[in-house]
């Protein structure tokens, strides 16, 4: 199916890895223009090589919103725009007690997870408005509407970003700007590894046997008990950054296997 989105420049950060990557290389199949962001420039390097074509890599710290305008400023002058965003940048944060957690926490989480989507749409948003045409695709998680008592201050920030974009929808529709976001759970990721090798070590067996076990007594909703594909993922966010989803507007689509038990989206 073409997706009538080849020669379109698409940003996609948090691009070294997991979700971030596969979607770069889900977009690089579809024909668009790929203007690639992480911390790690050698991670950022390694990862381009695996990519079609020619992106451009730019190291930029999302919580520094001059960084992110210079971001987007060599995108532009490489390819003259940028039509789709895909923000992926984020981290899991501190754990633990939600009232014993720090201030320090609770900002660490918010300024990477939360507030680098605003700043990314102050960049971006505005260019796609005036040419009528523009995808905004943030990646949130299950923790949105299904939190779990202990990741407090991943819980908060994504919740608040899934808000922030629904905000956007109503008033950029108009302007041909789609905005959405996609809420994954339990995918095979740097992320995910990190914290099943830490689980391993806290319950003394294998890592394979950590995830088995966090599946049944963590995510029982995840009935094929496996942890999801990152291509999983960038399937859904491929399709929402496409033509064809020209009626998706201010939704939050969820790839997680069943994880989220209720019918509340």
């Given at each position: ?9 698409a ?5 070294q890895?997991g979700i971030g ?5 889900s ?7 790929l203007?690639?962001s ?16 020619n992106?451009l ?5 999302v ?5 992110i305008?210079a971001l ?21 944060g ?10 320090e926490?609770?900002e660490h989480?918010?300024?990477?997870d939360?507030f680098?989507a605003?700043r990314?749409?102050r960049?971006t948003i ?12 943030c990646l949130?998680?299950e923790n949105?509407?299904?939190p779990?008592?202990e990741?407090a ?5 994504k919740?608040?970003?899934?808000t922030?974009v629904k ?7 108009a302007n041909g700007?789609l905005?959405?976001t996609?809420?994954?759970?339990f ?5 995910t590894?990190g914290m099943?090798?830490?689980r391993?070590e806290?319950l ?27 291509d999983?993922?960038a399937f859904?966010?491929?399709?929402l ?6 009626f998706?507007n201010g939704s939050?689509v969820?790839v997680?296997g069943?994880?989220v038990?209720s019918?509340?989206?």
């Amino acid at each position: 199916m073409d997706l009538a989105i080849r020669g379109k420049t698409a940003l996609i950060t948090g691009a070294q890895g997991g979700i971030g990557l596969a979607t770069a290389k889900s977009l690089a199949a579809e024909g668009v223009n790929l203007v690639l962001s992480d911390l790690d420039s050698e991670a950022l390097s390694s990862a381009a090589a695996e990519i079609h074509g020619n992106p451009l890599c730019i190291v930029a710290d999302v919580t520094d919103q001059a960084e992110i305008d210079a971001l987007v400023r060599q995108g532009v002058e490489r390819f003259g725009a940028i039509d789709i965003v895909v923000h992926t940048a984020g981290v899991t944060g501190a754990k633990g007690d939600p009232l014993e957690l720090s201030d320090e926490d609770y900002e660490h989480a918010w300024q990477i997870d939360f507030f680098s989507a605003v700043r990314v749409a102050r960049a971006t948003i505005p260019p796609m408005r005036d040419r009528g045409w523009g995808r905004f695709i943030c990646l949130t998680s299950e923790n949105t509407i299904q939190p779990y008592w202990e990741e407090a201050v991943y819980n908060t920030a994504k919740a608040a970003l899934s808000t922030f974009v629904k905000n956007l929808s109503y008033k950029e529709a108009a302007n041909g700007v789609l905005c959405n976001t996609v809420a994954p759970a339990f995918v095979a990721s740097p992320m995910t590894d990190g914290m099943m090798k830490q689980r391993a070590e806290a319950l003394g067996c294998t890592f394979e046997e950590a995830i088995e076990s966090f599946l049944e007594e963590e995510r029982p909703g995840i009935v094929a008990k496996r942890r999801g594909e990152a291509d999983e993922v960038a399937f859904v966010i491929t399709m929402l950054a496409s033509q064809h989803a020209s009626f998706v507007n201010g939704s939050n689509v969820r790839v997680d296997g069943g994880s989220v038990i209720s019918v509340q989206n």
